[in-house]
Nanobody, 123 residues
Framework: QVQLVESGGGLVQAGDSLRLSCAAVGLTFSFYTMGWFRQAPGKEREFVAAVGWGVGSTYYADSVKGRFTISRDNAKKTLSLQMNSLKPEETAVYYC????????????????WGQGAQVTVSS
């Protein structure tokens, strides 16, 4: 059974940093493209960042380029998202997702999802 478990969410102030982690169980982690998505209150879920399978390339939404860094540790089967200079409008539930295939920013193409981690950025 595949499980993706996010951790590291919390309450921070604008301008602060936060690091999210996602632990994967039950899949051959290195074979999967891994992504982060987020859903703010009253809004649709949106793509944040992704890292390709293996020693993959990284991809970012324009809104987070230069501030967020996605990384993966295939040996530990973990995915991370380092978020710097956070903004109040980035308050959202952040989801980890896995896709057996190449990069895409379409959430419909991802096969497995975590339960989400709340990130709240106060002004």
């Amino acid at each position: 059974q595949v499980q993706l478990v996010e951790s590291g969410g919390g309450l921070v102030q604008a301008g602060d940093s936060l690091r999210l982690s996602c632990a994967a169980v039950g899949l051959t982690f290195s074979f999967y493209t891994m992504g982060w998505f987020r859903q703010a209150p009253g809004k649709e879920r949106e793509f944040v960042a992704a890292v390709g399978w293996g020693v993959g390339s990284t991809y970012y939404a324009d809104s987070v380029k230069g501030r967020f860094t996605i990384s993966r540790d295939n040996a530990k089967k973990t995915l991370s998202l380092q978020m710097n200079s956070l903004k109040p409008e980035e308050t959202a539930v952040y989801y980890c997702a896995a896709r057996r295939g190449g990069y895409t920013d379409s959430q419909r193409a991802y096969d497995y999802w975590g339960q989400g981690a709340q990130v709240t950025v106060s002004s």
